[in-house]
């Protein structure tokens, strides 16, 4: 049966979001068996495929939560993993529900303990020992072609060698090989502290996180202080000092500023700053050295309008400065998360090859389909969504008339289903865009229905592997309706599932469940397939294991019927002569040959993949190793001037609107600012580099 619906919200994450508290109100809790319990039940009762916690789950949940401890088998030996396995395999859903018994994460995390103690005391002894790193020899990094190992040996083995490799790296980064040493005794102290500091909270945690991902890969529990960072997420915006933090070696470094954030407006924190305390107003200063990051966020995190006292070390060429800075807290939006847009212009060709028309062809950035919930549930007038402000940008292109748009898609992981609708709803006036199937085979079908079309130009919606849920949504609708180009890499991400997020009682976070599964207009899934380009680039990316395809448990691709639409029949008929001619642009294009010549070069070195070299490059192999990763380097400013993929992209628009407009397009279109800046691309490239250097000091 197939019930046909307008968008009415339960508030569905891509999920969506369903609050309610299962535990009773305003008890603050903490995990126990009796929880534990309790969230499977709930889970089963929720999900779109599974109901019963039967010994095929049990087992999953085993395998999961042993390799949450030990992903690269280097603790537990195969005997260990052997009796863990006779013991619990097929009876962890007896022993949880018939007697309440979870002594099984007790004896798992005990042995588990164990052999972390023993390891870190093996390794103490490693560091004390000589290495030659003249020696021609290989590390195995193919977890899927290793088993644990049988004997001490086998495992003293491979801790040598990974030893040795984390030593060759660092003795690249600090110069000397004592000093390697020093520092990796000093992480390994850290994770040993780390893990004796673990409560049974967080152990449990860890279990229904392995517990959830049986069921399938976006099933998961969601602690409180990661509850709180998907919210932040979803509301582009959170109270605190807007930066972006990361642990090394027991500090807490400073690794960015958000724009327009109270750090950065204060202009006395900066990049690579060391945090070693963090004091509430005119309080006393808590030493953070060696605390968890999640914990030191949360002691600088606080309300606006607050004052957090940050306690650093500032190290220069000439001294190291330790500096108290008091910053107040501000409410911080995530704007370099939100929809931007700027206008680039693209020259056609004439007949005589020479320079055409002047096209402005109008780019439409979406990161990710956000929304605030909570300013939606409080029916705030001006709440931040994503299809709110592509509108708001789209206006900002039009009023500059622009001949074209390009919905750029790329990375972007998704988020509300809601907004997913409303952003394909901006395209046309009407219709259905997606269906949905709920657990015992009913399917709703969701509409835009508020008429009214914000764009009717030609259009193109840019993908790549990682645009994922929402994203395949909306594209996938486009592609339906045959209302605009895709153009990317040779399919989406391929997740076809919807998520409910549901709240807990305070201190215990939430579980997200997978509650149904999407369909497009079509009736095709993007299950495991994702969204087909209608271009496909050449792409490394394509090559890699992204997707769900690749996920344990991920669930099976299926077709429903067709939903009835109205298709537009703008692309399809277009569609050969657009394909034909990018194809030869990127045939002849310098900078696609070298992205062919490394796709052919990944699937020859197969073999090598699954191995490192512990061998020291020579000075001529490292000073190429780090001109390659200076060229990789993903922290810089976007530049169009290297996105190969943004420039084809802006060419075949150039032939989509000749196409449309009843011309044959000839010769190749140009982007003039890339012509201008062509010679001096790299100066000018340095000279920001140079800046931002200067900056930071």
Same mark, same amino acid.
């Given at each position: 049966?197939?019930?046909?619906?307008?968008?009415?919200?339960?508030?569905?994450?891509?999920?969506?979001?369903?609050?309610?508290?299962?535990?009773?109100?305003?008890?603050?809790?903490?995990?126990?068996?009796?929880?534990?319990?309790?969230? @499977?039940?709930?889970?089963?009762? =929720?999900?779109?495929?599974?109901?019963?916690?039967?010994?095929?789950?049990?087992?999953? @949940?085993?395998?999961?939560?042993?390799?949450?401890?030990?992903?690269?088998?280097?603790?537990?030996?195969?005997?260990?993993?052997?009796?863990?396995?006779?013991?619990?395999?097929?009876?962890?859903? /007896?022993?949880?529900?018939?007697?309440?018994?979870?002594?099984?994460?007790?004896?798992?995390?005990?042995?588990?303990?164990?052999? %972390?103690?023993?390891?870190?005391?093996?390794?103490?002894?490693?560091? *004390?020992?000589?290495?030659?790193? @003249?020696?021609?020899?290989?590390? +195995?990094?193919?977890?899927?072609?290793?088993?644990?190992?049988?004997?001490?040996?086998?495992?003293?083995?491979?801790?040598?060698?990974?030893?040795?490799?984390?030593? %060759?790296?660092?003795?690249?980064?600090?110069?000397?090989?004592?000093?390697? *040493?020093?520092?990796?005794?000093?992480?390994?102290?850290?994770?040993?502290?780390?893990?004796?500091?673990?409560?049974?909270?967080?152990?449990?945690?860890?279990?229904?996180?392995?517990?959830?991902?049986?069921?399938?890969?976006?099933?998961?529990?969601?602690?409180?202080?990661?509850?709180?960072?998907?919210?932040?997420?979803?509301?582009?915006? !959170?109270?605190?000092?807007?930066?972006?933090?990361?642990?090394?070696?027991?500090?807490?470094?400073?690794?960015?500023?958000?724009?327009?954030?109270?750090?950065?407006?204060?202009?006395?924190?900066?990049?690579?700053?060391?945090?070693?305390?963090?004091?509430?107003?005119?309080?006393?200063?808590?030493?953070?050295?060696? =605390?968890?990051?999640?914990?030191?966020?949360?002691?600088?995190?606080?309300?606006? &309008?607050?004052?957090?006292?940050? @306690?650093?070390?500032?190290?220069?060429?000439?001294?190291?400065?330790?500096?108290?800075?008091?910053?107040?807290?501000?409410?911080?939006?995530?704007?370099?998360?939100?929809?931007?847009?700027?206008?680039?212009?693209?020259?056609?060709?004439?007949?005589?090859?020479?320079?055409?028309?002047?096209?402005?062809?109008?780019?439409?950035?979406?990161?990710?389909?956000?929304? /605030?919930?909570?300013?939606?549930?409080?029916?705030?007038?001006?709440?931040?969504?994503?299809?709110?402000?592509?509108?708001?940008?789209?206006?900002?292109?039009?009023?500059?008339?622009?001949?074209?748009?390009?919905?750029?898609?790329?990375?972007?992981?998704?988020?509300?289903?809601?907004?997913?609708?409303? +952003?394909?709803?901006?395209?046309?006036?009407?219709?259905?865009?997606?269906?949905?199937?709920?657990?015992?085979?009913?399917?709703?079908?969701?509409?835009?229905?508020?008429?009214?079309?914000?764009?009717?130009?030609?259009?193109?919606?840019?993908?790549?592997?990682?645009?994922?849920?929402?994203?395949?949504?909306?594209?996938?609708?486009?592609?339906?309706?045959?209302?605009?180009?895709?153009?990317? /890499?040779?399919?989406?991400?391929?997740?076809?599932?919807?998520?409910?997020?549901?709240?807990?009682?305070?201190?215990?976070?939430?579980?997200?469940?997978?509650?149904?599964?999407?369909?497009?207009?079509?009736?095709?899934?993007?299950?495991? #397939?994702?969204?087909?380009?209608?271009?496909?680039?050449?792409?490394?990316?394509?090559?890699?294991?992204?997707?769900?395809?690749?996920?344990?448990?991920?669930?099976?691709?299926?077709?429903?019927?067709?939903?009835?639409?109205?298709?537009?029949?703008?692309?399809?008929?277009?569609?050969?002569?657009?394909?034909?001619?990018?194809?030869?642009?990127?045939?002849?294009?310098?900078?696609?040959?070298?992205?062919?010549? #490394?796709?052919?070069?990944?699937?020859?070195?197969?073999?090598?993949?699954?191995?490192?070299?512990?061998?020291?490059?020579?000075?001529?192999?490292?000073?190429?190793?780090?001109?390659?990763?200076?060229?990789?380097?993903?922290?810089?400013?976007?530049? !169009?001037?290297?996105?190969?993929?943004?420039?084809?992209?802006?060419?075949?628009?150039?032939?989509?609107?000749?196409?449309?407009? &009843?011309?044959?397009?000839? &010769?190749?279109?140009?982007?003039?600012?890339?012509?201008?800046?062509?010679?001096?691309?790299?100066?000018?490239?340095?000279?920001?580099?140079?800046?931002?250097?200067?900056?930071?000091?």
């Amino acid at each position: 049966m197939t019930k046909l619906k307008a968008v009415h919200w339960r508030t569905l994450l891509l999920a969506g979001l369903f609050s309610f508290s299962l535990f009773q109100p305003g008890k603050a809790l903490s995990l126990s068996c009796s929880e534990v319990r309790q969230l @499977t039940l709930l889970y089963f009762k =929720m999900h779109f495929s599974y109901s019963n916690f039967d010994d095929e789950i049990s087992s999953r @949940t085993l395998e999961n939560f042993v390799k949450a401890w030990d992903p690269w088998k280097l603790y537990f030996y195969k005997s260990d993993v052997e009796e863990i396995r006779s013991k619990y395999s097929k009876k962890l859903d /007896d022993m949880i529900y018939g007697d309440l018994d979870c002594s099984a994460v007790d004896f798992i995390m005990n042995r588990y303990s164990k052999r %972390l103690k023993e390891r870190h005391k093996h390794v103490s002894a490693l560091l *004390k020992k000589k290495y030659d790193f @003249t020696v021609d020899e290989y590390m +195995m990094v193919d977890r899927d072609k290793l088993d644990f190992g049988s004997s001490t040996e086998e495992v003293n083995e491979r801790w040598r060698k990974r030893v040795k490799f984390q030593l %060759l790296n660092l003795k690249t980064s600090v110069g000397d090989v004592e000093k390697a *040493k020093e520092k990796l005794e000093k992480r390994y102290e850290l994770a040993l502290k780390r893990h004796n500091e673990l409560t049974k909270d967080r152990v449990l945690g860890i279990f229904l996180n392995s517990f959830s991902a049986s069921l399938d890969p976006h099933s998961s529990y969601m602690p409180a202080e990661e509850l709180e960072d998907f919210r932040i997420r979803t509301r582009l915006s !959170l109270e605190g000092i807007g930066a972006s933090l990361r642990s090394e070696d027991g500090f807490t470094i400073v690794v960015s500023l958000v724009k327009g954030g109270a750090a950065k407006k204060g202009g006395l924190l900066r990049v690579n700053d060391k945090i070693i305390a963090v004091a509430q107003g005119d309080g006393e200063p808590v030493d953070v050295i060696d =605390m968890d990051l999640q914990e030191v966020v949360k002691k600088i995190r606080g309300a606006r &309008g607050t004052i957090v006292k940050l @306690t650093v070390i500032r190290e220069t060429s000439k001294k190291s400065q330790k500096l108290v800075i008091p910053i107040v807290r501000e409410r911080i939006q995530l704007v370099e998360q939100q929809a931007s847009s700027e206008v680039i212009e693209v020259v056609s060709s004439n007949a005589n090859g020479r320079a055409g028309k002047k096209l402005k062809i109008g780019v439409l950035t979406l990161p990710s389909f956000y929304i /605030d919930f909570e300013g939606r549930q409080k029916r705030l007038s001006n709440y931040r969504s994503s299809a709110n402000d592509a509108k708001r940008e789209i206006r900002k292109l039009q009023e500059q008339k622009i001949d074209a748009l390009v919905v750029d898609l790329r990375n972007n992981g998704g988020g509300s289903l809601e907004e997913s609708i409303n +952003m394909a709803g901006i395209f046309f006036d009407e219709g259905p865009v997606v269906q949905i199937k709920t657990g015992d085979g009913e399917v709703e079908t969701y509409y835009d229905r508020d008429g009214r079309t914000y764009y009717d130009g030609p259009l193109l919606v840019m993908i790549n592997r990682h645009s994922a849920s929402a994203s395949e949504i909306f594209a996938g609708a486009i592609q339906d309706y045959d209302r605009g180009l895709i153009v990317g /890499d040779h399919h989406t991400f391929g997740k076809g599932t919807v998520q409910n997020l549901n709240d807990l009682a305070p201190k215990l976070g939430a579980i997200k469940v997978t509650v149904n599964q999407f369909y497009r207009a079509s009736g095709a899934s993007t299950q495991l #397939e994702g969204v087909v380009a209608d271009i496909n680039l050449p792409s490394l990316v394509d090559e890699l294991e992204i997707g769900e395809k690749f996920y344990d448990y991920a669930l099976p691709y299926e077709k429903i019927k067709t939903a009835k639409y109205k298709e537009f029949k703008l692309v399809d008929r277009y569609l050969p002569e657009i394909k034909k001619r990018s194809e030869m642009r990127v045939e002849k294009d310098p900078k696609f040959k070298e992205v062919r010549d #490394e796709i052919e070069k990944f699937t020859k070195n197969k073999e090598e993949r699954s191995r490192v070299s512990l061998k020291e490059k020579k000075d001529d192999e490292e000073k190429e190793d780090e001109k390659l990763a200076e060229e990789e380097n993903t922290d810089e400013e976007y530049s !169009l001037q290297d996105d190969i993929y943004m420039q084809e992209t802006l060419k075949i628009a150039s032939d989509y609107i000749s196409l449309l407009k &009843g011309k044959k397009p000839v &010769g190749s279109p140009s982007i003039p600012v890339l012509v201008e800046k062509a010679k001096p691309a790299k100066a000018s490239k340095a000279v920001s580099e140079n800046s931002k250097k200067e900056e930071k000091k």
